[in-house]
């Protein structure tokens, strides 16, 4: 569990010629003479001085990147208590005048600001200046339905290019955007858009997936049903259907040549509205503002990933997951984006690395299982498509176990930069990741980011270097939630994040900080593994267990039961025709006992025929605990926010069986 000393070669290096090709490094270069941060020291001395000059290093940022402000700040933070920081007072501006600031130049005008390809065509460009055109038309639209500053719109949608004009125009406007993915059923949707009242929905006929059309309705008229505040309905004939009574054509909406009128509003004016996976109550409804996700977003995209308008920006994500937010953010730096609309499986495993040499994906963003996935179902990456365009895969969603690294670097290319990132819904961005200047070594995310100040505490909110603590950030970050949605004295909010560590960001996940200052993670904190005093992150049974062929994914838990003792079974859903007998028990017993500890071989072994996950596809951990104390199914966890409620009834079932 503490890092290995000495340290082993790392699995990847920047040559001396991509770091100075990289933009962090003429910004530390550029900031060094204007603001005073180290010129030397590299990225180590860069990160020191952004968390010790909070202050400069966000006015930097803003300078950098030319960030308009239609008023002027005051100062950079106002206030800096968490929670509660107020970040550039007294200024103003507009998130989309930010994402189309592309189109301006007459020499992009033409170029891709979106590619759009799904299962069944070829990418399909929009143009900066169409896209800035559907912008223009819908936000004007908007404002003829009377959509104000503050209002909410709604998008039941995939990803599509229409969902990035309708989240643009509705920034524009001033409104504050919220979105669900379309195969989300009705319970799901009303359980988050209900709680904040949105006036107008965006809803699509049905999506494309697995090779299948999925009609959606009846959904989007259950939907339309239980959301009294809707002035509007917009339609998107996806599936080529005519717009149901009383609702509006996305065609008419977005024909129009209106130039785009963008409202200036506050800095910590609402922008959107995120969802936590809600799985033992309703979600909470995180609101982030325009300010803080624009410089958020420009420093984590500009000079964590690199990006600029060469640039082509591909990430594995539906709109009901914070990584489409992240993803649409890609326009900020010029980036053309890459909207993929379909199953990450279809027709095959290898189906996203098509993606990405059709795109010519020069980042390549999915999660950590789908890396998995495609090492357990012998997929080559580098021998069957041409990924000469990407240089760097990053991987979030959960940790990835250190032979995902390995299988990245032997299957895609040795010269690859594997950006294993971690942060979250709340803050929409990373606390720790990808930094283009630092070498990979296996397991780890490579720094914590700029402006985070990143700590491991001990229960006594001591600091710890190479042993496991509770992850903490210490000071405020320009994306952390304004608020939560109907949250009115900030209660909610404050023991989200506040109860454990007053004034300390508290996030719930078990992380190392290593001695050569990179980060581990080892999975939530209230789902830790505590066997005789010994604390395990779920993550480390995970990359352990599942690198055995018979095992396709697993889940652990870990109970205490009212006599004192600590029950730890392992649940485990197998490959196809693989059988849990008592030699592959043995073998899962003697990987657990020698590749982590002998205190967490789990008390039983037992075969479930899936693995239960959040709509987001995070394993459900909380409550299956729940569940194995006794906790009924309804008490136990919101249906609304599970894959397939099913799957839990077994679990509800064990812990009838065990009383």
Request: charged share 20%; hydrophobic share 40%.
């Given at each position: 569990m503490t890092s290995a000393t000495p340290q082993p070669a790392p699995l990847w290096?920047?040559?001396?010629?991509?770091?100075?090709?990289?933009?962090?490094?003429?910004?530390?270069?550029?900031?060094?003479?204007r603001y005073g941060a180290p010129a030397d020291g590299g990225y180590a001395a860069l990160h020191r001085w952004s968390v010790d000059e909070l202050d400069t290093f966000w006015r930097a940022v803003a300078d950098w990147f030319d960030?308009?402000?239609?008023?002027?700040?005051?100062?950079?933070?106002?206030?800096?208590?968490?929670?509660?920081?107020?970040?550039?007072?007294?200024?103003?501006?507009?998130?989309?005048?930010?994402a189309l600031r592309a189109a301006e130049d007459p020499a992009r005008a033409a170029d891709a600001a979106l590619l759009y390809?799904?299962?069944?065509?070829?990418?399909?460009?929009?143009?900066?200046?169409?896209?800035?055109?559907q912008v223009g038309a819908l936000a004007a639209r908007l404002r003829e339905l009377g959509v104000c500053p503050g209002d909410r719109v709604s998008g039941y949608v995939?990803?599509?290019?229409?969902?990035?004009?309708?989240?643009?125009?509705?920034?524009?406007?001033?409104?504050?955007?919220?979105?669900c993915a379309s195969d989300f059923g009705a319970r799901s949707v009303l359980d988050r858009f209900q709680q904040v009242e949105p006036v107008v929905l965006f809803t699509v006929d049905g999506y494309r997936y697995g090779g299948k059309e999925h009609d959606r309705r009846d959904t989007v008229t259950e939907l339309r049903a239980e959301l009294p505040s809707l002035r509007a309905v917009v339609h998107i004939p996806l599936l080529g259907t005519e717009a149901p009574e009383g609702a509006l054509s996305w065609d008419e909406l977005t024909a129009g040549t209106d130039e785009p009128v963008f409202e200036a509003v506050p800095f910590d004016h609402p922008?959107?509205?995120?969802?936590?996976?809600?799985?033992?109550?309703?979600p909470k409804a995180i609101v982030q503002s325009q300010g803080g996700i624009l410089l958020e977003h420009l420093k984590q995209l500009g000079l964590h990933c690199d990006l600029g308008p060469e640039d082509r920006f591909f990430w594995y994500t539906s709109t009901?997951?914070?990584?489409?937010?992240?993803?649409?953010?890609?326009?900020?730096?010029?980036?053309?984006?890459?909207?993929?609309?379909?199953?990450?499986?279809?027709?095959?495993?290898?189906?996203?690395?098509?993606?990405?040499?059709?795109?010519?994906?020069?980042?390549?963003?999915?999660?950590?299982?789908?890396?998995?996935a495609c090492g357990k179902a012998d997929v080559h990456p580098a021998r069957d498509h041409d990924l000469s365009a990407v240089k760097c895969v990053a991987t979030t969603g959960s940790p990835l176990p250190p032979d995902g690294f390995r299988w990245l670097h032997d299957e895609v290319a040795e010269d690859l930069w594997i950006a294993s990132v971690s942060g979250g819904t709340d803050v929409c961005s990373c606390f720790a990741g990808a930094v283009p200047t630092l070498p990979v070594h296996i397991g780890e995310l490579q720094a914590p980011c700029l402006g985070t100040d990143l700590q491991s505490w001990d229960p006594a909110g001591k600091p710890l270097v190479g042993e496991v603590g509770e992850l903490v950030v210490t000071n405020p970050m320009p994306s952390m939630p304004i608020h939560f949605w109907n949250d009115p004295d900030g209660s909610r909010y404050r023991d989200s994040y506040f109860e454990m560590f007053p004034g300390a960001w508290r996030h719930g996940d078990w992380i190392t900080i290593t001695d050569h200052g990179s980060v581990i993670i080892h999975g939530r904190s209230d789902s830790t593994l505590n066997r005789q005093g010994v604390r395990m992150g779920s993550a480390d049974i995970y990359e352990a267990v599942e690198r055995l062929p018979e095992i396709k994914e697993s889940l652990v838990i870990g109970l205490e039961e009212p006599n004192g003792g600590y029950w730890m079974p392992l649940f485990v859903h197998l490959a196809p025709g693989a059988a849990l007998d008592d030699d592959l028990?043995?073998?899962?017993?003697?990987?657990?006992?020698?590749?982590?500890?002998?205190?967490?071989?789990?008390?039983?072994?037992?075969?479930?025929p899936a693995i239960p996950h959040t709509l987001t596809g995070k394993r459900i951990e909380v409550p299956v605990k729940r569940l194995l104390q006794g906790t009924p199914l309804a008490k136990a966890v919101n249906p609304g926010s599970v894959d397939n409620l099913d799957l839990l009834r077994f679990y509800e079932e064990l812990a009838r069986t065990r009383r």
């Amino acid at each position: 569990m503490t890092s290995a000393t000495p340290q082993p070669a790392p699995l990847w290096q920047p040559s001396p010629e991509r770091i100075a090709a990289a933009r962090i490094t003429a910004f530390q270069s550029w900031a060094a003479e204007r603001y005073g941060a180290p010129a030397d020291g590299g990225y180590a001395a860069l990160h020191r001085w952004s968390v010790d000059e909070l202050d400069t290093f966000w006015r930097a940022v803003a300078d950098w990147f030319d960030v308009r402000f239609t008023t002027p700040y005051e100062r950079v933070l106002g206030d800096r208590a968490m929670p509660g920081a107020e970040w550039f007072p007294g200024a103003t501006l507009n998130y989309a005048e930010h994402a189309l600031r592309a189109a301006e130049d007459p020499a992009r005008a033409a170029d891709a600001a979106l590619l759009y390809v799904d299962e069944t065509h070829d990418p399909e460009p929009v143009t900066w200046a169409e896209l800035r055109r559907q912008v223009g038309a819908l936000a004007a639209r908007l404002r003829e339905l009377g959509v104000c500053p503050g209002d909410r719109v709604s998008g039941y949608v995939p990803n599509i290019p229409q969902a990035v004009t309708a989240l643009l125009a509705t920034a524009a406007v001033g409104a504050v955007w919220t979105s669900c993915a379309s195969d989300f059923g009705a319970r799901s949707v009303l359980d988050r858009f209900q709680q904040v009242e949105p006036v107008v929905l965006f809803t699509v006929d049905g999506y494309r997936y697995g090779g299948k059309e999925h009609d959606r309705r009846d959904t989007v008229t259950e939907l339309r049903a239980e959301l009294p505040s809707l002035r509007a309905v917009v339609h998107i004939p996806l599936l080529g259907t005519e717009a149901p009574e009383g609702a509006l054509s996305w065609d008419e909406l977005t024909a129009g040549t209106d130039e785009p009128v963008f409202e200036a509003v506050p800095f910590d004016h609402p922008l959107w509205v995120l969802y936590s996976s809600g799985t033992t109550g309703l979600p909470k409804a995180i609101v982030q503002s325009q300010g803080g996700i624009l410089l958020e977003h420009l420093k984590q995209l500009g000079l964590h990933c690199d990006l600029g308008p060469e640039d082509r920006f591909f990430w594995y994500t539906s709109t009901g997951w914070m990584m489409w937010n992240f993803l649409v953010s890609g326009l900020l730096t010029g980036t053309t984006v890459v909207l993929y609309d379909g199953s990450p499986g279809y027709p095959e495993t290898g189906a996203q690395w098509r993606i990405a040499e059709r795109t010519r994906a020069t980042l390549f963003g999915t999660s950590a299982a789908y890396v998995m996935a495609c090492g357990k179902a012998d997929v080559h990456p580098a021998r069957d498509h041409d990924l000469s365009a990407v240089k760097c895969v990053a991987t979030t969603g959960s940790p990835l176990p250190p032979d995902g690294f390995r299988w990245l670097h032997d299957e895609v290319a040795e010269d690859l930069w594997i950006a294993s990132v971690s942060g979250g819904t709340d803050v929409c961005s990373c606390f720790a990741g990808a930094v283009p200047t630092l070498p990979v070594h296996i397991g780890e995310l490579q720094a914590p980011c700029l402006g985070t100040d990143l700590q491991s505490w001990d229960p006594a909110g001591k600091p710890l270097v190479g042993e496991v603590g509770e992850l903490v950030v210490t000071n405020p970050m320009p994306s952390m939630p304004i608020h939560f949605w109907n949250d009115p004295d900030g209660s909610r909010y404050r023991d989200s994040y506040f109860e454990m560590f007053p004034g300390a960001w508290r996030h719930g996940d078990w992380i190392t900080i290593t001695d050569h200052g990179s980060v581990i993670i080892h999975g939530r904190s209230d789902s830790t593994l505590n066997r005789q005093g010994v604390r395990m992150g779920s993550a480390d049974i995970y990359e352990a267990v599942e690198r055995l062929p018979e095992i396709k994914e697993s889940l652990v838990i870990g109970l205490e039961e009212p006599n004192g003792g600590y029950w730890m079974p392992l649940f485990v859903h197998l490959a196809p025709g693989a059988a849990l007998d008592d030699d592959l028990r043995a073998r899962i017993k003697a990987t657990i006992r020698e590749q982590l500890s002998p205190r967490h071989v789990p008390d039983e072994i037992i075969e479930v025929p899936a693995i239960p996950h959040t709509l987001t596809g995070k394993r459900i951990e909380v409550p299956v605990k729940r569940l194995l104390q006794g906790t009924p199914l309804a008490k136990a966890v919101n249906p609304g926010s599970v894959d397939n409620l099913d799957l839990l009834r077994f679990y509800e079932e064990l812990a009838r069986t065990r009383r």
